[in-house]
Structure formats: C-alpha cells, structure tokens
C-alpha cells in the first residue's frame, strides 16, 4: 500500500486521532512510543483488511464496552473481607479499559502483537472477550457486598 494512503486512513478524523493518541500512551513500554505508533498503525490495517468496515468504529466500541464505571479494593479486618466499592474517574475507567484490552492482547498466542491487538477488538465486539467476565466479577461482587465507601 502506497505511503500516503496509509497516512489517510491513519489520520482520517480528529477523533480517531485522539483516541489513537490515548491508546499509544497507554501502550508505551519502556518510552517505546514509536513502536507503539507502528503497532497502533499496523492493528489500523489489519482490522480493515480482515472486516472490510471501518476501524474507526471498532476500536470505539471496543473501548466503549470494556469500560466500566466501578472499582473494588478488597481489605481484611481479622478473618473477614471488607469491600470497598469506588466510582472511577473516566480518566481511570479509560486507563482501565485500556491495559485490559492490551493484556488480553498480550495473552493470544499469535507472534505480533497488532494481530493480537486487532484480534482482541473484533472479539470485544462480538462479545467473546474475557473482558466480559472481568466486568462480570466486578459487578457480582458489588451486588454481593454493598459497602459504598
């Protein structure tokens, strides 16, 4: 693909460009930030090269639904378990999503990491994720025990 072409469909709107900019520094290992730029660009690709429909809206989504809301911390008085549920910033919930999301991607067994990368928001949009149960548990255990702090 000619150089200029990828350069549009990388920057094709402001938003796009903001939340790849989000995802880039989540990702950072060690100060890597061009890696993660090229693997931000290279996941760009191969999520539309497989579904044929904008990445754009995938990642979004994918972001969308590995948000949550609510935290717990879990602290011992003796030989009970005290929970204590905090309602997250964005900021925080975003940071959240995003190491879940490059986790899982982390865990997959392909050998480049933008494949994992992409692998992981196409099954957070069909809803195979394991980031569901991530949600789930916390959700079960603030049903469980409501102590808001």
Do not use: C
């Not at 060690?30 to 693997?39: F, L, M, Q, S, T």
């Amino acid at each position: 693909m000619n150089k200029k072409i990828k350069n549009k469909l990388y920057y094709r709107n402001e938003k796009l460009n903001k939340q790849s900019k989000n995802f880039i520094r989540f990702s950072l290992k060690k100060g890597k930030k061009e890696v993660a730029e090229k693997n931000m660009k290279k996941m760009l690709f191969y999520l539309t090269n497989k579904t044929k429909k904008n990445s754009n809206n995938i990642i979004k989504s994918g972001i969308k639904k590995s948000k949550t809301p609510f935290n717990y911390k879990t602290k011992a008085f003796g030989s009970k378990k005290v929970y204590s549920i905090d309602v997250l910033k964005e900021s925080y919930s975003l940071y959240l999503a995003h190491s879940w999301i490059i986790k899982n991607a982390s865990n997959r067994n392909n050998k480049n990491f933008y494949k994992n990368l992409g692998d992981e928001f196409l099954s957070i949009a069909e809803g195979t994720s394991s980031i569901y149960s991530q949600k789930a548990e916390i959700y079960k255990t603030i049903k469980a025990n409501i102590f808001i702090k």
